[in-house]
């Protein structure tokens, strides 16, 4: 029997018509296995997963292969999106085992949860020396059936390995000017000067790296920093990896010279491109910036934003190509032909010039992705942007890829943040009305009574997995950056809360390390740990964020000093391994910094001069700087009591370090006090 049908993961239900009979993630489902004694096959996905829908089509709905499955093993599958932890921990052992991993993960383990066998994807026969699935199941249940000692002692030594393996902390003391220019100069080294990005083929959007390199420029000056970051931004907004009609990004780039995305979008990746984005406009002023940082805004609200205000949390990279086919990219890609028959043949002809688009094709079969390649050539932005809209409106008529729209909490963190950011700096309301239902759903629906997080939610119904340690601290840095757009105190204080569990759930008290799960989590064979940064931040790097903002904005010596010994794994790899760890060194500028704490107040936040300060504090390069506005009375935020008017005036109070500028009512004065 299949036991998918009602969960709220949509990853799961692509795969409750299976005629394998899957189980989710359950004490039930090992204890089955040792009821039947026999071992747990773990197929671990996600929804935007190519491969994981082509070994689903080729194997999971192969009544043979189904029916093998459900007579030797208990089959368990899990969205990674859903359990990062259980996702986590066999990750690092399929790694360790093979040295390589990735989606689909199949691990094969004893009704224990101790795995003694690995994989990804399988093909359903043999092909280019791998075994065909049905071969690696019939070896598996020989070793299970003939073996099983030697099993079980194999699934011991991995969990032992496993349970042995420590991260290199270093202790709890933060880098320094030392780490920091160290760290810079490993990214120098990396860095590809012809084609922006660092390493070669796949790239991935570096944009925590980005952030730490706007951080270090606004600190210490560092042109070389600022210039990583222009150059990588522009030839991101420039390739395939931006959908050059709808806005946003794409997973990574299948090529060095980001052409040729992979074409599923990623709620995170677009929210932290976003903030990127609107970050390098509020340093340079750059138009690029702008323009893309609100495509992109917009791209989140108009495609993943779900009925309950929350924000869905992929698109597919397969869509139909119009011949019941699935496949990749045909969304998205064009031919000289398909120009002509939406545009006409001269319209088609500038189309083609200014977006890359070829005879022989950049993509498969003749097709292009569409760019913005650099040329000589002028445009007539009207035409252009006729063409643009035209296209767009065709390929509306296109089958769209599939939406996962469950609510993830760590990535609606991360969009309230940008959404919010962005609407303020752009005076764009709307999108910071976008963020204030992200962050109402999150509160309405994902805290319970004592403010701990559920990791997802769809449809308006929660799940059922708990928060994990991303999700506590990307959904605090979301709420800090709405109490600092919004004037609305209550947001300070739902991060308070959620910053308190990670205090005593989540750190170690003896170290100050932390961990991915709770203490009084569900206990896998190891508690995951991993500090590093990869497509989003680290639960370990995001949560040293929030605590030193939330310090700065209420004088909280505990989460300082926590944000400060989380900060010691900064030191350590830093210098070592800059592009693994930029949220990390980002958040080390803004400790190095102070971070300023501005205090805006003023008769009302309507009150245009009270405006254009609170604007001004926003629009401030300083790195991690936190802002509060409110009247003088309000009491809504411990900066700003005893915080008064200057002569009936509105006035901008700024600090670090426990010292404080004189107050100023003059919004160039404020500007020059957190620029440079």
């Not at 319209?347 to 005879?359: I, K, N, P, Q, S």
């Not at 794994?569 to 060194?585: A, D, N, Q, S």
């Amino acid at each position: 029997m299949n036991r998918l049908a009602g969960v709220t993961s949509p990853y799961l239900l692509q795969h409750a018509d299976n005629p394998v009979d899957w189980w989710p993630w359950t004490p039930d489902a090992f204890e089955e296995a040792r009821r039947r004694g026999v071992p747990v096959f773990l197929s671990v996905g996600y929804s935007a997963c190519h491969w994981c829908h082509v070994m689903a089509h080729e194997s999971f709905e192969d009544d043979d292969t189904a029916a093998y499955l459900n007579e030797h093993f208990v089959s368990v599958k899990v969205d990674r999106e859903e359990r990062p932890d259980v996702d986590a921990v066999y990750m690092e052992a399929v790694q360790a085992a093979t040295g390589q991993g990735g989606w689909p993960m199949s691990v094969f383990m004893t009704p224990d949860g101790e795995p003694f066998y690995f994989g990804t994807y399988f093909p359903p026969a043999p092909r280019q020396g791998m075994p065909s699935f049905r071969q690696v199941l019939e070896g598996v249940r020989g070793a299970w059936t003939d073996r099983r000692d030697e099993v079980a002692e194999v699934a011991g030594k991995i969990v032992r390995d496993l349970a042995g393996r420590e991260i290199s902390y270093g202790g709890p003391e933060a880098p320094g000017e030392q780490e920091l220019s160290q760290a810079l100069l490993g990214l120098t080294r990396e860095y590809d000067p012809q084609r922006g990005g660092f390493g070669g083929a796949p790239k991935f959007p570096p944009s925590m790296v980005i952030e730490f390199l706007l951080r270090h420029h606004a600190r210490t000056g560092a042109e070389g920093a600022l210039q990583m970051a222009q150059d990588t931004c522009e030839r991101m907004a420039r390739g395939g990896i931006y959908d050059q009609l709808g806005g946003g990004f794409a997973r990574y780039s299948v090529d060095r010279d980001w052409v040729v995305p992979h074409f599923e979008k990623m709620l995170y990746d677009n929210a932290l491109l976003c903030r990127v984005y609107a970050h390098l406009w509020r340093a340079t002023g750059s138009e690029l910036a702008r323009r893309v940082a609100l495509e992109t805004a917009d791209f989140m609200v108009r495609e993943l934003r779900t009925g309950e205000g929350g924000f869905a949390s992929a698109l597919d990279a397969d869509s139909d190509d119009g011949s019941g086919r699935h496949v990749e990219g045909a969304y998205y890609v064009w031919t000289p032909a398909q120009l002509r028959e939406v545009l006409g043949d001269e319209d088609a002809g500038l189309a083609a010039r200014h977006f890359g688009v070829t005879e022989e094709g950049t993509f498969e079969h003749g097709a292009s992705v569409l760019q913005l390649p650099r040329q000589d050539e002028v445009f007539d932005a009207a035409r252009i942007a006729s063409v643009r809209e035209r296209l767009l409106s065709h390929r509306a008529g296109r089958p769209a890829p599939g939406r996962d729209d469950k609510v993830v909490a760590a990535w609606n963190g991360l969009a309230v943040a940008a959404l919010a950011e962005t609407g303020a700096y752009f005076d764009r309301p709307d999108l910071v009305e976008a963020a204030l239902g992200a962050a109402d759903l999150l509160v309405r629906l994902h805290f319970d009574d004592q403010a701990r997080l559920t990791r997802t939610s769809r449809d308006g119904q929660a799940g059922a997995n708990s928060g994990v340690l991303e999700d506590y601290a990307d959904v605090a840095e979301g709420f800090l950056a709405l109490a600092s757009v919004t004037g609305e105190g209550v947001w300070l204080d739902f991060a308070g809360f959620l910053l308190d569990h990670v205090l005593t759930r989540f750190s170690d008290e003896e170290s100050g390390a932390l961990y991915d799960t709770a203490a009084d989590a569900e206990r896998l064979i190891r508690r995951p740990q991993d500090p590093t940064d990869n497509a989003v931040p680290s639960g370990w790097s995001a949560a040293a964020g929030a605590l030193l903002g939330y310090a700065a904005q209420t004088a909280s010596a505990p989460h300082r000093h926590a944000a400060e010994r989380a900060l010691g794994v900064v030191k350590t790899l830093g210098p070592r391994v800059p592009r693994f760890i930029g949220w990390g060194l980002a958040v080390a500028e803004a400790r190095l910094d102070g971070p300023r704490e501005v205090a805006v107040v003023g008769p009302a936040l309507t009150d245009e001069a009270t405006r254009a300060l609170h604007r001004t504090a926003l629009l401030g390069t300083a790195p991690g700087a936190v802002v509060a506005a409110g009247t003088p009375d309000s009491g809504e935020f411990p900066l700003l009591a005893d915080r008064t008017l200057r002569q009936g005036a509105p006035a901008a109070y700024v600090c670090r370090d426990f010292t404080c500028d004189a107050p100023t009512t003059d919004p160039e004065r404020l500007r020059a006090a957190l620029n440079g």
